[in-house]
Every structure is written in C-alpha cells, then in structure tokens.
C-alpha cells in the first residue's frame, strides 16, 4: 500500500497512527482520501487547483458552524488547516460510511426517490431556517470563523454574479450570448424580493449528499457556499435531482411536487415562486455554461453534443422566462 506523501503527513501531524488503508474518493475540486487508521476512518481532503483555496477554507468553518446551529447530518470536522503556510492546505472529518446518491437516485424506485426528495427538502429547509446572515453575499473564513462579503441585497449579489459568469463564458463555445444572458438577467427589474438572507449551500446535488436506503445521513461539499434568497437553492436542488439524474420528462413531472412537498413542511414559500424561478432557469444555464469546460469531459465529440443540449434548452428557458414579461 502506497500512502500519499500529503496524506501521511496530515496522519503524522493530527493522530500520529499508522496508516492501515487509503482509498482515493471521487472529490470534484478536491483530492479526497479515505483514510483507515488503526482505531478510526476518517476522511482527508486538500484543494485540488489555487482558485478553489478559498473555498476550500470556508469548508470546514461552515461544516463546524451548521453542525452547531442545526440538525443536518454533516460530517464532524477532526482537524484542519487552510492556512498553506507550513503544509498543502487540508481538512479531517469523520467518515460516513454510506454512499452518495449520484447515479443511485435514478436508478432508485420511484417511491424511494419521492421520499428522498422529500427527506432532502426537508433537510434544505432546516439549512435556510436555522442559519441566517445579516446580507447576501459571497461567504468566507476569517480565523476560523464565517463571515459574509456583503452587498446591498440579493439582486445586487445575483447581478455581481451574473457579470462575473458572463464575463467568464468560453470564447469558443458560448461568447456569442453574452448578450442574451445580460438583457435577459436583470435582477434589480424582475427579482421583487427582499429576503432574510440565509445560508445556501449552492451545489445541493445528489453527489453532494450521502444516504443510507432513504434515509439521508450526510451533507457534503460546503465550499460554493453564499448567503442569500433560499428559493435559488431550492432551485438548483430540483434541477440537480430531476433535470441531472433523470431523463424521462414524465418521470420528472410526477416526482416535481416532492421536490417542494418535504421543503414547505419546514419553510414556506413566498408569493411569485413560479415566476423567479423561470429566471433562475436562466440564471442556471449561464452558470453551467460559464463552468462548461470543469464537467464537460474531454471527449469533443460528448462535449460538442453538451453544449447543443445547453443551447437548446437555453431557448426553451428563456421562452418561460418571456411568459412573465
């Protein structure tokens, strides 16, 4: 068994044990480890590129801040430094022993995926009732501790983000609807909210949460993190389940409703829902097109057939998006 250099020092430095087994786990922006020591599994993680440093530090001060504040099942932080000054940057947490539900939801019953959506709105919902932020804005960690980069409201950070997508489209592939996404996000004219700003997890997907038959055990991948309106994460959450892991359009209607079903038994939802979220459709689309080249695969072939399906579906979301004007 070859141990990674990385992970033997992070060992030696936190639990001086031996190491008796490393599994490298699929870690999207992060090297992740499986870790078996002689009296515990733990999980050890480092920021795979510079750019996701700063969201790596935020990851176990939110991780320790909503195992404080709530009842989510998020995986007890052991040790961690973000700092780089002495070693790579890394983080310890416990070891769930249960898998994610990436591919798993899909090919799950539809009785069990309806209670897992359910399970996981439920679990959304606790998230945006229990941990709230004076303003919207990127969230960051300052000596250990979360604080929020503020901006003047929710449509003034969605607008920030916005330009900052638009700006980063691929040249090659989708620079020609910069100005589609521009005139057609405008928050300040269309977002009519005012919201308490809350946590929003920001990557609610099913590879980002752990279960054990329906039952959900886990909440993982903390680093994409923002304070802000809490229906844009209950929007990424049912495109993440339906639109990402299931291809049938019926199948996607019928289980819709449990998407907000176990959400509203916690939070209730503010008037104009249906409207904000045919612009977050939107708003979606530009951000998948802006990270295009980080999940599109090397394939050109795949990725070519990819951003069709992202232009196609573009169309039909700015279609809906009309219906309101």
Not at 85 to 96: A, D, F, L, S
Not at 126 to 140: C, I, N
Not at 153 to 181: K, Q
Request: one cysteine or more; a negative charge; aromatic letters at 10%.
């Amino acid at each position: 068994m070859e141990v990674p250099a990385s992970v033997a020092a992070v060992v030696d430095r936190e639990f001086g044990s031996d190491v008796t087994a490393v599994t490298r786990l699929s870690g999207g922006c992060k090297d992740t480890y499986r870790v078996d020591l002689r009296a515990r599994t733990v999980v050890v993680a480092f920021p795979r590129a510079t750019w996701y440093e700063r969201a790596f530090a935020l990851e176990p001060a939110l991780m320790r801040l909503v195992r404080t504040e709530t009842s989510l099942p998020v995986p007890r932080v052991l040790a961690s430094d973000v700092t780089g000054e002495t070693m790579r940057p890394y983080h310890v947490t416990e070891y769930v022993d249960a898998p994610d539900l990436h591919g798993r939801f899909a090919a799950s019953p539809r009785e069990a995926q309806a209670t897992l959506l359910e399970a996981a709105g439920r679990a959304l919902a606790t998230l945006h009732q229990e941990v709230e932020f004076a303003s919207s804005g990127p969230l960051r960690a300052v000596d250990g501790e979360v604080r929020v980069e503020p901006h003047a409201s929710w449509p003034a950070f969605l607008a920030a983000l916005v330009e900052e997508w638009v700006a980063e489209l691929d040249e090659r592939r989708f620079s020609d609807l910069r100005g589609t996404f521009t005139t057609a996000l405008t928050p300040d004219a269309f977002l009519d909210v005012d919201p308490n700003p809350v946590c929003l997890h920001f990557d609610y997907a099913p590879g980002n949460l752990l279960a054990r038959g329906t039952e959900l055990v886990g909440v993982v991948d903390w680093g994409f993190a923002v304070a802000g309106h809490a229906e844009y994460d209950l929007f990424q959450f049912e495109k993440n389940f339906l639109l990402g892991q299931v291809e049938d359009r019926r199948v996607r209607d019928e289980l819709r409703p449990h998407v907000t079903a176990g959400y509203r038994e916690r939070r209730s939802l503010e008037a104009g829902w249906e409207r904000r979220r045919a612009f977050y459709r939107v708003a979606y689309k530009l951000a998948s097109m802006r990270s295009f080249h980080r999940w599109a695969g090397d394939e050109p072939a795949q990725a070519d057939a990819l951003a069709t399906r992202l232009r196609d579906e573009l169309e039909t979301d700015l279609e809906r998006l009309r219906a309101y004007e």
